[in-house]
């Protein structure tokens, strides 16, 4: 179970205590997925932990500016959580605080790392759809060394110029047919970062469900393969 009360290791405040939480509640969904609630004064930050709170390999995932815990396609973050947790990967899915604040959700996102962190995690890979896209980015060239990979659907451009500061893969995917934002925006933070592998699918929109299949398969290898690679940092 995630220990959100653990003690802070030494030497500056990380994002965690930043938040300022004022509780925390959590509670076991079914044997393999945790729901974790903290009341924090800009709001209110909840993690769906799927799998065992000591994975040493942890995949975050975001939504876009609206929020969300679903993720792209037909629910992939819900698959995502179920499979990797089983296989011995941890699977955390992040709802924000404030939606649509990049700083504050990207606080949120590092927060959840540092959960996870905390209990043994030494390997991340980050998600992000959209809006979540830039999040996403801008999370995992802050986590550095620990960062595995970085996967983006449909991003934005906006604050995803962070691409350029990647230490880790990164993996975009975007649709052909995106009615609200085109892939000129993937292509644009593909010319930018400086390992990216870009997948413009045909006839996919902005949610990306007419390609749910194709993309579960494509990341869910990714995702493996790039946790496989990584090497974590020496404590």
């Known amino acids: 179970m995630p220990d959100h009360d653990a003690a802070p290791p030494a030497g500056a405040p990380g994002p965690l205590a930043a938040l300022r939480v004022l509780a925390g509640v959590e509670v076991p969904v079914t044997a393999s997925l945790d729901h974790l609630e903290m009341y924090t004064p800009e709001g209110l930050l909840t993690v769906l932990w799927h799998g065992e709170a000591d994975h040493s390999q942890v995949v975050l995932m975001v939504g876009g500016a609206m929020g969300g815990l679903l993720g792209p396609g037909r629910g992939l973050y819900q698959r995502w959580g179920e499979e990797l947790s089983a296989d011995g990967i941890g699977a955390l899915r992040v709802s924000y605080r404030v939606p649509n604040d990049l700083d504050r959700c ?4 590092l927060a959840a790392a540092e959960l996870a962190g905390r209990r043994g995690a030494r390997s991340f890979v980050v998600l992000g759809h959209s809006f979540g896209g830039a999040v996403a980015i801008q999370a995992a060239a802050a986590l550095g060394e620990l960062a595995a990979g970085c996967v ?13 500061a ?3 893969p990164l993996l975009l995917v975007h649709g052909d047919r995106d009615e609200l934002l085109p892939h000129l925006a993937s292509e644009m933070v593909h010319s930018i970062a400086p390992d990216s592998e870009l997948h ?14 194709e993309i579960h398969d494509l ?7 790039r946790l496989d690679a990584h090497t974590p940092p020496e404590s």
């Open 219 to 225: 990341v869910g290898t990714w995702i493996r393969e």
């Open 106 to 109: 990207v606080h949120d996102t």
């Open 200 to 213: 413009v699918l045909d006839g996919a929109g902005h949610l990306l469900s007419e390609a749910d299949g």
């Open 152 to 164: 983006t659907f449909a991003t934005q451009m906006a604050g995803a110029e962070a691409a350029e």
């Open 166 to 168: 990647l230490a880790c």
